[in-house]
């Protein structure tokens, strides 16, 4: 994510849209994320095998 996106200001100006974006904050600050199990292979590749990996 691009950290450009975090830092922008938000500007709510409707009560009702107030109301609902603040008991989406609360809902969301009792839940935790869930562990990724990873059942696949990763590996990094980059310059030329990325473009042979995309080559036509």
Do not use: C, H, Q, Y
């Amino acid at each position: 994510m691009a950290t450009k996106s975090i830092l922008k200001d938000v500007v709510i100006r409707s009560k009702p849209l107030a109301v609902n974006f603040i008991n989406a904050l609360e809902n969301a600050k009792g839940k935790a994320s869930k562990d990724v199990k990873i059942n696949r292979k990763v590996s990094d590749i980059k310059g030329d095998a990325l473009r042979e990996m995309f080559k036509k």
